[in-house]
DNA sequence: CGGGCGAGGATTGTATAAACTTTCGCCTGT
DNA sequence: ACAGGCGAAAGTTTATACAATCCTCGCCCG
């Protein structure tokens, strides 16, 4: 067979241009700049960043497979609107799959991972004394994610990107109340039950966690008649 | 995914040439005619399927993001190879998602779809029957994805896809025995569960069945010393 | 005779241009 | 005045051409 000059699985993607762009578009997203329903022209965005229309689809259709693009036949990609069923899915799945994760975390982490959650709960904390809404938002989906990779399984991570981008989606749309996206207490909980091992502690609060975040949420059918209407004629 | 606004739930494909291509190296891989390793050049495939290399890349870096094939930068695309390390993880995965999957299927399904599963058990015991390890191979993955269908669940479906696909390289690699990929008796066993609508059964089921095929697997770290010594100098 | 080096060929990455689809304004006919 | 339809413009999809990179193989040097 060929000797193999393998790369490691994946540079994470230094100066990738299409992962520049891709990036970019998902930070402005997943910090709630650009709404659902917004367009996302190829040329607009090929403007924005200095590149050809060739490498904006490219990032357009991986972020459409990550489920918060959506690509219409011949119209073009657009920020993706979850449904309030989508929104019910979502957070099943993360019930089901963060226990699970916060579980391996604390079987695979290091001190050198303890430090690094805590400096990010500084970050959240700051963000938050700031007022900076955006951050804070953002922050808080990473939290999550760094929990994923603190575990070490990589499917799992991959699915909890797609899971936390979408949520953020459908905490954007959804949400009753002002209060902040995710609380950084019950984030603070969590680590502590990791630092001290307890996994039965940190499932339960990890799953507390994501319960109060749906309960803040108000998933009526339909937003409004319009979509209604589009559901009944698409039936 | 989720309800579109404008299209109907339910026209994935049809006609779609990059969704061909995509499908036909997907069954492909999936009946092991595509061996892991093998490279998938654009030119060739474009030949084949009478497309552009526009449309080819577009369905290669699909299947790149469901875990099938790998793109490596300035050298093609090629049939994954999972690592053993990737086979516990999905199968982990599986153990996780799938007994939650039959539970949803027995709450949505109806007689239609028990029609379904019956009809497909009758395609799995006459591939058997003939002999066809490919299209068992095929319909061993198909019932899952099946089942997957069945509950609702669009997220959970993706996920499962993605595991399953997985899957048929992972027992392709690392199979001990000739044993035929997936019992159909298994398979008729969480069929008779769901009729009975026996939660508590069918997830058992499930989760054995899952047990007996990952305990048919060869899992020693690297496959040959070949491998170990490309890891060795990877890392 | 083994190993480094460079030219040639092949393949992928990127940009640009042609073809088709949708959209929206405007105009005509009733 | 308003419904319906035609046509131009904008934008996406597909194909093709060009540039960059990597692999192969033969040659030359030690």
Same mark, same amino acid.
């Given at each position: ?23 970019? $578009? ?30 904006? %689809? ?18 073009? *990609? ?8 989508? *929104? ?38 700051? *963000? ?5 809404? %955006? ?55 969590? $680590? ?11 499932? *339960? ?26 559901? $009944?004629?698409?039936?």
């Amino acid at each position: 067979m060929a000797a193999k000059t393998r790369q490691k699985p994946d540079a994470p993607d230094a100066s990738d241009r299409v992962s520049r762009i891709r990036e970019g $578009v998902t930070a402005a997203i997943l910090e709630h700049r650009l709404l659902p329903g917004t367009k996302l022209g190829e040329d607009e965005i090929g403007d924005i960043y200095g590149a050809s229309r060739t490498l904006v %689809r490219t990032a357009l259709q991986q972020l459409a497979h990550e489920g918060i693009v959506n690509i219409e036949k011949n119209r073009g *990609a657009f920020v993706a609107r979850p449904t309030p069923g989508d *929104a019910r899915e979502v957070f099943e799945a993360r019930r089901l799959i963060e226990p699970t994760i916060v579980d391996h975390a604390i079987d695979a982490g290091s001190p050198a991972w303890l430090d690094r959650l805590e400096q990010h709960l500084a970050e959240e904390r700051e *963000a938050e004394l700031r007022g900076d809404a %955006r951050a804070s938002v953002r922050l808080s989906g990473e939290f999550h994610r760094l929990v994923a990779e603190m575990s070490g399984h990589s499917i799992y991570l991959g699915f909890l990107k797609e899971l936390i981008a979408r949520s953020s989606l459908i905490i954007l749309l959804y949400r009753r109340h002002d209060t902040p996206a995710c609380g950084t207490d019950h984030h603070a909980g969590i $680590v502590a039950a990791i630092r001290k091992r307890d996994k039965q502690a940190a499932r *339960a609060q990890m799953l507390s966690h994501l319960n109060e975040i749906e309960a803040e949420l108000f998933l009526k059918d339909p937003a409004a008649d319009e979509l209604r209407l589009a559901d $009944v004629l698409g039936a």
